[in-house]
C-alpha cells in the first residue's frame, strides 16, 4: 500500500492545488504536509537569516545550517507519522536536487513511497506567481528546472497545460 | 482615458489573478478593489444571516437587504474615487447579473469604463475551487453562467485555457 | 448622528481589534475600512518601491508620491461612502501626524466624525508585535508616538491595560 | 534538556502569541507545532464531518473517529521529531482533558516535557474571540475550563491581565 505520495516540484508550479485535489479524490483521509508546514512553524529570524533560509533579491532560496538541523528532525518526523499509519502526501521543493531525495528516502527506506515530479513551464509559472500575488519575484524561474535535477520519480506530471484536478486523478491511479 | 476596468465573473473564474495581472502590466497604479473588499468590511454577523449574505449548502449565495444598502454606498465611493483620479480595477461578481451591472452603470455614468467579462468553463471551475481549498463547493458552479446574464461587455475572456497573464495582456490591449 | 468613526493608533496598538469589536456592539451595520484595505489595493510594485511604501530595516515606513495620490482618492471615496448613507469605521495611522487628520478633515468636512486616539504604550506594542509574528518588527515602536503628533481627538483609548472589547464600548458610548 | 514544550489552553486564550514569543526569547531555534497545524494538513471535507471535526453552533467541537486516528499518527511523528533532535513548542487544546494529555504522555515518555496551563477568564476570551474575527463565536466561552479538567502542570500562567511576552518569559525561566 502506497504510504506516502512525495510531490517535487518549483514554486509555482502549482503542487499545492493537486495536493488539495488529492485530498479529495483519493480515497481514506490523507494528511498533506509539506516545505511550506515547515517554514512556517520555524522561528521569524529563521526565516531571514544565515543560519535559516534567505531569499536573494532575485528569488533564489538560501538554506542555512539550523534550517538543515531542524528539517533532518522534521523529515523524521513525518515518516514516522507514516509508520504510525497515516498516509501523508508530502509537498517538496528539492532546492538540493538529488541531494534533497536522498534526504528523504533514508528516512522512508521501509516505507512504501511515490515519487512525483510536478513540472511547469518556466514563464507560465513565472506569470502564475505574478497572478498569486503572495510569492516574491523571481522564485517561480530560478526553480522551474533546477528542482529536478538528477531527482528520479515514478510519474511526472505537468501543469503547463493540465488542471490541477486533472494531474490529481493521474497521480491518484498510481496510488495502490 | 479608460478610468475603470470592471471584471465580473463566477467564484473561481480566476478574476483574481487577472486582477494582479493587470496591475503588473498596466502602465501607471491602478486600485484592485471588488466584492471581496467589501465582503471583508461588513461585519461578521452580517456575513452568516438574512439581513446580509448567506451561503446555502449547495454554494448558491443570496444577499439581504442590509448587504445592498452598504452595496450601494460602496458603489457610489469606489465611483467617487475614480472620478477623484484613481483607476480601479473592479473585480466583481454579478450575482443579479444585468440587474447589477446597472448599479454599475449608474454610478458610474459620467466615467469611461471597460466591461470585461470573465468566462471559465463550469466544470474547470469547479476542480479548481476544490484546488483552492478555501471556498464552499458548489459556488464555482452554480455561479459560472448565472453572472453573465443579460450582462454587456466590451470585452470577454476565458481562463479555461489561457493564463491569467494572458488574459491581463488581451485586456490591457483594450485599456486607453 | 455619527457617521464615520476614525480610529488612529500606531501598528500593533490594536486598532484591528477594537474596530471589530464595535462591529459586533454597535447598533446596525458598519462598514470597515483602513490604511490595510488601502494598501492591499494598491499594486504589489507599488508597496515596495520610491514611489510607493517602504519599510525600512528598523520598522519605519516611508511613503511615495503615487501613494499619496491613491490615497487622496481613496479618502474622497471612504467620504463619499459615508455621504451615501454608510456608517463607516476608519482604521488608520497618522504617520504624517495633524498632516494626516488634515487631510481626512477636509474630506469629511460635511460629515459627523467621531475622532478615536488609540494609544498603547511603547514597549508592550512591541511586545504584541513579535506575538502576532506577522509585522515588521520595530513598525510597533517607532510609531507608538509619532502617529498622534498634533492630532486632536473626541476621545483616546489605551489598550496598554484594557481589552479591545472594553475599549469598543467606551468608544461607542461616544456614538450618537 | 528540555525537549518540548507543551501549553494547552481553550480557542482565544493566547496560546498562539505566546509561542511566537517564546520562539523569539528562548535560545537556539524551536518549531511550533500545533492543533491547527493539524488541522490545516487534514482534508476540506473531513474538516467538516462525523468522521473529523465538526463545529457545534454553540462553539462546542467535537471530533470523530478518522481524526482520532491521524491524531495518534502525528503525535508519534511530533515525539520522533523531539527525538530526532529538535527543540518544539506544542500549542494544544486538550478537549478531552486528562485523556488528551495522556495520548501525548505516552509518545513524550522518553523525552523531557515542559507542561504548561495557559488559563484565561472566560469572558474575557471570548471578547478577544470576538477582537479577532476569524473564529466560530462560543469556542473560547466553552472550551475555557473544559480543556483543563484533570491535566497536570508543571506551570501555569493567565492572559487574563498578563502579556503574552511575559508569560513567555515566564515560561523560558523554566526551560532548562
Known sequence: MTQVIVL???????KSGIVRCLQAVLPGPWLALGTDTLVDAMPADLRA?????EFAPDGEVIVGAEFRTLEAAWIAGVAAMARAGARVV????????????RRWQTALHDVRVLWVGVRCDSAVAAGREVARGDRITGMAASQADLVHRGVAYDLEVDTTHAEAMDCAR???AHVS
Chains 1, 2, 3, 4 share one sequence.
Open 8 to 14: 517535487n516540484g518549483g514554486s509555482s508550479s502549482g
Open 49 to 53: 537569516s544565515d543560519a535559516g533560509i
Open 90 to 101: 508530502v509537498d517538496e521543493v528539492f532546492l538540493g536536487g538529488a541531494d534533497s531525495q
Open 170 to 172: 493521474a497521480i491518484a
